[in-house]
């Protein structure tokens, strides 16, 4: 059974910084492509930042570029995502997400991340002073 597990969330004050972890179980992360999505209260999910399979292509959003990083050890089954000098405007709930693009079409580019196919359940990130 595939399944995402998100850690790491917690409350900062702005300008800090935070880690999160993705451990993937029932499945080698080797083979998949995983993403870090985020939800604001009365907003929509967005992307934030995923990397393929082969580690050779990174999205950003373009709100979270030079300050977040996204990262993989394939080894231990994690993805990570590296959150530096938060703003107020990061506050939400994070989901890891991953698909295998031998079965269904994900995309990820330096312009784009889409086609996801098993989520976690979420961590929240609360950023206030």
């Known amino acids: 059974q595939v399944q995402l597990v998100e850690s790491g969330g917690g409350s900062v004050q702005p300008g800090g910084s935070l880690r999160l972890s993705c451990v993937a179980s029932?499945?080698?992360?080797?083979?998949?492509?995983i993403g870090w999505f985020r939800q604001a209260p009365g907003k929509a999910r967005e992307g934030v930042s995923c990397?393929?399979?082969?580690?050779?292509?990174?999205y950003y959003s373009d709100s979270v570029k030079g300050r977040f990083t996204i990262s993989r050890d394939n080894a231990k089954n994690t993805v990570y995502l590296q959150m530096n000098s938060l703003k107020p405007e990061d506050t939400a709930v994070y989901y890891c997400?991953?698909?295998?693009?031998?079965?269904?079409?994900?995309?990820?580019?330096?312009?784009?991340?889409?086609?996801?196919?098993?989520w976690g359940k979420g961590t929240l990130v609360t950023v206030s002073s």
């Open positions: 029932g499945f080698s992360s080797d083979y998949y492509a």
């Open positions: 990397i393929s399979k082969s580690r050779e292509m990174t």
């Open positions: 997400a991953a698909a295998n693009p031998e079965h269904t079409k994900v995309v990820v580019t330096t312009m784009s991340c889409y086609g996801m196919q098993y």
